[in-house]
């Protein structure tokens, strides 16, 4: 009913509703990481509730959604650079995945079924982690994992955790501690009892009490809560802390560190297994939650010669426990439309709890997967399609947006329709295509299309592209809404529209004040100045995440060559289109969508670059002598396996390559080297042996 035709009564019953969708809205998006409700449709909600405030003050509620600003923002933090990356996990989901770990690693080192590996099994803490750095045995600050490059300043927060040490005797001169911070169910509940009785906040689960305990601003309130911390893991060291694993771990207890006293070391893949089981079967009775068993390589100098992929170690992994699941029935399908133009299907579900968490969406994926098919035409399900009205299986396997499983065609009502997926665009009208091959049916309105501009600015944002302080999904859905910010250009002309002496200006604005709207300019400042590879990836170019990005960073150096060779490569015959399809991890596809970037919107783009300072990228962090090189291997080595000579090479910053061209700087050349090693002689290429190579490196 539209806002004026309310009553008093019905505008108080409605305000009441308003106010609890929007407290579940609220939570599930600041507390749940899930949002259960899009952008646009909180903001109708709030939009509503404020009109009819606006006709009916006397009726505003003192728990009133306009009263409130949401959780604290990441951003009241300062930042904090980690010394070396905060890593996650892959995972393992079963046996085989187990197994196939054990056999990778003895596959990369070259090791023989016979040669024992130890490992250690630890629960996997479903907490958050985090960063403790001590120097000369004093806790100087702690951090959040953030993105793993880059985390939150939580240094006074844990100072008033009492698992963590504030000073450490005999403690090396650095010492990184990393660890999992959490709370006790035990905890958990009266925490939430307590809070209830004052009204204040609750929780919906132990991992965002803690979170929300960990992140407060004032640290008071993290004394006030009982958070615990087990260490397992270290950065930054300036002395080894042991050869193993397990001693690793004995020292920081010895420090004064809480260890996981279920940490077993194992000797195979079956003590692997079997101290999982142990551990799964006491997971009601921890009295924490765990979600999963953590397998490390126990020798640290094995771990060393792994190393990591880009954000987990090989030498590390999660078995995760079982995805929780639950029955509910499907009441709607509602199409999304992405940065790219992928029309993306969202389940609206019947509320139901699935692991401590009430569930009311959960993705589709594409068609295929609604009509019961995968991308190569074969059944899923057996072939049954998901329709509007029927039960069906949902889970969540650690991931935020829950998946379905199954349905079940014994529930499903005697009308239900097969699900006809749109062939239009929902937010624009262009006609919505699938191309060959593709699972993904896009609209093709580009620009034209409301959804594809918000979201591409949205993204331009995010935290691994701009960035910017204050300027969240949530700003932009609204500065876009009201025509102030449409194209990432607008961002950097906000303030000379929108600032002092202007005759509309954001302090004025709902929601911003003098103080934010003066640090959101400030902000926007501050990323004038970009690096190469945030800048690129930014720019939302599909098939373009932050690794190619960084790797086109890294490739072409700075913004004007970058550039320069976009232009050149649109001809396919140039050589610069085979110099970029020459980068490692680049293939047709992602080129296609590059060139395709800078051809239709580089007018767009040169303007947007015009108005920012775009920093070269950073030269290789290493100083060997392979930095920055590219190198092949060929014939038998001797000392190590390929994958790992391959591994260790990039680690110190070269490029390892399959064929040798004019490129290549050096051939690594063992026994039986055959074409390769000619046709590096015919080139002029410098070749070298394996211990030749061990030596330039510094292993030999
Ligand atoms: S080791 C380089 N051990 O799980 C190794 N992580 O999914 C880094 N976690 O980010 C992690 N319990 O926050 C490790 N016993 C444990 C853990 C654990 C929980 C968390 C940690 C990590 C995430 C990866």
């Excluded at 490390?296 to 100098?301: F, H, N, V």
């Excluded at 009430?358 to 329709?387: C, F, K, M, W």
């Excluded at 490739?555 to 396919?572: C, K, L």
Aim: aromatic fraction near 8%; charged fraction near 25%; charge should be negative.
């Amino acid at each position: 009913m539209p806002v004026d035709g309310l009553d008093e009564a019905q505008a108080r019953a409605e305000l009441a509703r308003l106010a609890a969708l929007l407290d579940q809205a609220n939570r599930a998006y600041y507390q749940d990481d899930a949002p259960e409700i899009s952008d646009a449709d909180y903001d109708s909600l709030r939009q509503r509730n404020a009109a009819i405030e606006a006709r009916f003050p006397h009726l505003m509620r003192p728990d009133s959604p306009s009263r409130q600003i949401g959780a604290a923002p990441a951003s009241g933090f300062g930042k904090i650079r980690h010394s070396r990356r905060m890593m996650s996990l892959a995972n393992a989901f079963d046996p085989e995945d187990v197994a196939e770990f054990v056999t990778g690693i003895r596959r990369f080192l070259g090791l023989g079924g016979e040669a024992a590996l130890a490992f250690t099994a630890e629960p996997k803490i479903d907490g958050l982690s985090l960063s403790l750095r001590y120097e000369d045995g004093y806790l100087i600050h702690a951090a959040t994992r953030g993105d793993g490059e880059t985390g939150e300043d939580v240094t006074a927060n844990a100072r008033a955790i009492k698992d963590i040490p504030q000073s450490i005797a005999d403690a090396p001169e650095l010492l990184e501690v990393r660890g999992e911070v959490f709370m006790s169910h035990e905890d958990f509940a009266a925490l939430n009892a307590a809070q209830a009785a004052i009204g204040g906040k609750t929780f919906a689960n132990p991992r965002n009490a803690a979170a929300g305990s960990l992140r407060q601003l004032d640290a008071t309130i993290t004394a006030a809560r009982p958070l615990r911390f087990f260490a397992y893991s270290w950065g930054s060291l300036s002395q080894p802390l042991a050869p193993t694993q397990m001693q690793a771990l004995a020292r920081l207890r010895d420090f004064g560190f809480p260890i996981n006293p279920d940490t077993k070391l194992c000797h195979s893949t079956d003590q692997m297994l079997a101290h999982y089981a142990m551990i799964e079967a006491r997971r009601a009775s921890l009295g924490y939650d765990i979600d999963g068993v953590v397998y490390k390589l126990d020798d640290l100098a094995l771990q060393d010669r792994l190393g990591q992929r880009s954000t987990t170690p090989r030498w590390a992994i999660a078995h995760k426990f079982p995805a929780e699941r639950a029955w509910t029935q499907l009441q709607a399908i509602e199409i999304q439309v992405g940065r790219t133009g992928a029309l993306s299907p969202v389940a609206r579900l019947a509320p139901v709890t699935v692991g401590g968490v009430v569930v009311t969406n959960a993705t589709l994926h594409n068609e295929d997967y609604i009509a019961g098919r995968d991308s190569r035409g074969q059944p899923i399900r057996e072939g049954r399609d998901i329709r509007v009205g029927d039960w069906v299986e949902i889970y969540r396997a650690g991931d935020v947006i829950p998946k379905i499983r199954d349905v079940d065609p014994a529930r499903r009502p005697e009308d239900a329709q097969p699900y006809a997926f749109p062939e239009t665009c929902p937010e624009c009208g262009s006609p919505a295509i699938r191309d060959p091959g593709d699972s993904v049916r896009r609209c093709t309105g580009g620009l034209i299309c409301p959804a594809q501009a918000v979201e591409r600015l949205k993204h331009f944002v995010s935290r691994a592209a701009f960035d910017i302080e204050g300027l969240g999904a949530k700003q932009v859905e609204s500065f876009w809404r009201d025509g102030w910010i449409k194209t990432p250009q607008d961002i950097f002309t906000l303030r000379d529209r929108f600032g002092p002496g202007q005759p509309r200006q954001l302090k004025n604005r709902e929601g911003w004040g003098e103080k934010s709207a003066q640090n959101l300019f400030v902000a926007i400042e501050e990323r004038r100045r970009i690096p190469l590879a945030r800048f690129i990836f930014a720019l939302g170019i599909r098939h373009v995440g932050e690794v190619s990005a960084a790797m086109l960073a890294g490739h072409y150096g700075d913004w004007q060559g970058f550039r320069a060779a976009m232009r050149d490569a649109q001809d396919p015959d140039s050589p610069a289109y085979a110099e970029l399809l020459s980068i490692d991890g680049v293939g047709a596809v992602m080129a296609a969508s590059v060139l395709a970037a800078f051809s239709a919107e580089s007018a767009e783009i040169d303007a947007l670059a015009d108005m920012l300072t775009i920093l070269p990228a950073e030269k290789p962090a290493s100083d060997s002598a392979v930095a920055g090189k590219i190198v092949v291997f060929t014939g038998t080595l001797e000392k190590m396996t390929r994958a790992e000579a391959k591994a260790r090479a990039e680690a110190l910053g070269a490029k390892v390559a399959g064929s040798v061209s004019g490129k290549t700087d050096l051939l690594v050349a063992g026994p039986g080297a055959g074409s390769k090693a000619r046709k590096a002689a015919e080139l002029g290429v410098k070749v070298i042996d394996e211990d030749g190579w061990l030596a330039l490196i510094g292993a030999g």
